[in-house]
């Protein structure tokens, strides 16, 4: 995963000059949201369920590798084939050299945030081989040669004229095909049957793995997941190797929380659970099935403070709730997780080098902790990583400086009360009724949108002695 | 996975089980399952607390009316989703229904589980009694005469399923794959109807796999259908039948 060169603060910029994408974001998230609240509030009467999915979370991390280990014994047993990817470069390796072994020529892709992460597409095309997203929004994506914004909604910053221009300009679609969002539907069934009914490999993400059976879970609502999986004769599960539960009653809590959580459904229109190859007797299901278990980063993770980003059940609720994400939309956090979520797990994954600056981009407000099913403590690694940042060196040397300016007079009260004497009189002969307009140097950019109040004539210090009479 | 690869991912695994931070591994055990509290939307009055959901036909909005018999329950729920809900107190009513569901779309062949996989006696005989015919959906694995098969099958405006359960609290039925019931019944049609008994509903997803722990392997694969296929991914405007079926039917069976 890496981060992309143009710096965070040139990124928000632009972003906040997209006008149009950010009206769709906004439009989109407060829809969302208000049909997730919908969702929840048949949850809120009690927040055991959601301490039971955190407990399923911490419980199965903290013993993970005697689950995966289960589970791959478990996964064997029904007649799959599992493999253990320490590195993104591994899981594409091996991906591709099955694709090449077993002489495929089409492949369609269920949505998969692993196989973002460690870039899977374009290797695989290189290769010749035809891919094909199927979810509906990342097809979208994939036709536009954009890059999804969100998590669970790929195209939250596309409005549907984004994507009725993109139906035209690459399919040909007349204005009859696009003329509604049911229409455009329609044309993708249309446009994606032919492909799947073609393809000869299926790659999908994993929802969650269940240790006990040996089995993958992928929800979808759209039946993309079920088609890949059950139609080419080749199927391959990409896991991020934190995404177990230990068993199917775990299993069970997790739906429940997913669903509602994610999408504001109960469940999600398909919880498709799948135990291996086609078995004897049965009429479809894949020949080959194949798990492919990605660390590329998760165990550095999993042995830190910030092992709890790895309970994330990617629903994507903190993007939706999160104040700065709905300003500025998903692309500006430049790394295939945005929002709350991605700002940990950015920086956690890559290192802090990599995304030095995501950290920064939350008020701290609680809102994303608040809405996880399963309680993360954002806020917290935000900080963590905020110092982590600082101690890596990656602050601006003015803001260091100044730490250090501030640190040797906050020592010197002497000092401390002439320095704030000076700046007092200096801040008083920038302003005008009350207010500074304009800062100078790095200062500027807290006065570029807005004004600066001035401090008051008088320091606390100063009121305090003149009150009591007294030395201060 | 070579001998190797395992013991790799043991030891990298184990290493960093041992210094990572996990908060929150207090509360209910999460193998000793309880099923959660329920997921009702009525206060103890029996006032409805739901707010209105912004998109009309989202799960939300359904009233759960928690205390109404299973069947009632599963009917409300379903119907929020826009499924259709059927009664038939006999195998025969249930033919007819199908039946009346394959002349409204013009079809007399049908995309079937078979009657020892459905544990319905009977059912394909009515149907047949009826005109109807059923389609073997066998397909060849491999070569050019594959995707036509698969065409031909896709082509086919009803598929007809058995259930091996059904969920009260989301009106959910769960299939589990095998021989004579095939995935494609339920997924490659634009209309799914599915026949279940009564006295398999249960309560939600976690009590079923709570209790039922050995369906989930019991072929290579289960699954939960909550209505029909959707998708919101468009400005979240909710559209239907995207790849799997627009219309799901199930046939509430009184056995």
């Known amino acids: ?472 | 996975m070579t001998p190797a690869n395992r013991q790799r991912m043991r030891d990298v695994t184990g290493r960093a089980v041992r210094t990572g931070l996990f908060p929150g591994g207090v509360g209910p055990h999460p193998h000793d399952h309880q099923p959660p509290p329920a997921l009702a939307g009525t206060n103890d009055a029996g006032v409805d607390t739901l707010p209105t959901a912004a998109i009309p036909g989202t799960a939300s909005t359904a009233p759960p009316a928690a205390g109404l018999p299973r069947r009632e329950r599963f009917r409300a729920a379903l119907e929020a989703i826009a499924g259709v809900v059927h009664e038939a107190s006999s195998i025969d009513q249930a033919a007819s229904i199908v039946a009346g569901l394959a002349e409204r779309l013009g079809t007399r062949a049908i995309l079937s589980w078979t009657d020892e996989a459905m544990a319905l006696p009977g059912l394909t005989a009515a149907l047949q009694a009826r005109g109807l015919s059923i389609v073997d959906p066998d397909v060849p694995q491999r070569g050019d005469a594959r995707p036509p098969r698969l065409a031909e099958l896709a082509a086919l405006p009803l598929g007809l399923t058995g259930a091996d359960a059904g969920l009260a609290e989301t009106g959910s039925v769960v299939l589990a794959s095998g021989p004579g019931r095939s995935r494609m019944a339920s997924l490659l049609v634009p209309v799914h109807v599915a026949v279940l008994r009564v006295d398999r509903l249960v309560d939600s997803i976690s009590t079923l796999l709570a209790t039922r722990g050995d369906l989930v392997a019991a072929g290579s694969n289960l699954v939960a259908i909550t209505g029909p296929s959707r998708t919101a991914d468009i400005e979240h405007t909710l559209s239907r039948g995207v790849h799997g079926p627009g219309e799901v039917h199930v046939i509430l069976l009184e056995a």
């Not at chain 1, 050299?97 to 899977?120: N, Q, Y």
């Not at chain 1, 596309?158 to 329609?186: H, I, N, W, Y």
């Not at chain 1, 135990?275 to 299901?285: F, I, K, L, V, W």
Request: charged letters at 25%; hydrophobic letters at 40%; glycine letters at 10%.
């Open chain 1, 1 to 472: 995963m890496n981060a992309v060169d143009v710096p965070f603060y040139r990124r928000v910029e632009d972003a906040l000059t997209k006008t149009r994408m950010r009206q769709a974001v906004r439009h989109t998230s407060g829809r969302a949201m208000e049909s997730r609240r919908a969702a929840i509030a048949e949850l809120d009467s009690s927040d055991a369920i959601r301490d039971q999915a955190r407990a399923i979370r911490s419980r199965t991390l903290a013993a993970l590798d005697q689950h995966l280990d289960t589970f791959a014994t478990n996964v064997e047993k029904n007649g799959g084939t599992v493999f253990f990817a320490e590195t993104g470069e591994d899981a594409v390796e091996y991906i591709r050299r099955l694709a090449r072994d077993r002489g495929i020529r089409t492949i369609v892709k269920g949505k998969s945030m692993v196989s973002e992460e460690i870039e899977l597409n374009p290797v695989l095309e290189l290769d010749g081989f035809e891919v094909v997203e199927t979810d509906l929004g990342e097809y979208i994506v994939q036709l536009d040669g954009d890059k999804p914004s969100h998590i669970v909604a790929p195209i939250l910053h596309k409005t549907k004229e984004d994507c009725a221009r993109v139906f035209k300009e690459k399919l040909g679609a007349s204005d009859e095909d696009v003329a509604g969002v049911p229409q455009m539907t329609q044309l993708a069934r249309r446009t994606l049957r032919k492909a799947f009914l073609k393809a000869d490999m299926g790659i999908t993400g994993v929802n969650f793995g269940v240790a006990e059976t040996g089995s993958v879970t992928i929800c979808t609502n759209e039946g993309n997941g079920r088609l890949s999986s059950s139609l080419p004769r080749v199927y391959v599960a990409m896991m991020g190797m934190e995404r177990l539960v230990p068993t199917a009653a775990d299993l069970g809590v997790m739906l429940e929380v997913l669903g509602r959580s994610g999408t504001g459904q109960r469940l999600t229109v398909y919880s498709n659970i799948l135990s291996g190859p086609r078995r004897p007797g049965e009429a479809d299901g894949p020949e080959e099935f194949h798990v492919v278990i990605v660390d590329n980063g998760r165990s550095k993770v999993l042995a830190s403070e910030l092992a709890e980003i790895l309970y994330c059940i990617r629903c994507g609720a903190c993007l939706y709730a999160c104040p700065v994400y709905q300003q500025i939309g998903g692309h500006a956090y430049g790394s295939v997780y945005s929002g709350p979520v991605g700002s940990v797990l950015s920086p956690a994954l890559a290192g802090i080098r990599a995304f030095h600056d995501l950290p920064h981009a939350s008020t701290l407000c609680g809102a994303c902790r608040e809405v996880c099913p399963v309680r993360i403590d954002i806020p917290r690694m935000l900080l963590r990583l905020r110092a982590e940042g600082v101690e890596a060196g990656e602050s601006p040397q003015w803001v260091s400086l100044g730490m250090k300016v501030l640190g040797w007079l906050g020592t010197r009260p002497r000092m401390f009360n002439l320095a704030g004497r000076v700046a007092a009189r200096a801040a008083g002969l920038a302003a005008s009724d009350g207010w500074i307009r304009e800062l100078p140097l790095h200062l500027s950019g807290w006065t570029a949108s807005r004004d600066f109040p001035a401090p008051a004539k008088e320091s606390f210090q100063e009121r305090w002695a003149k009150r009591h009479g007294g030395a201060s």
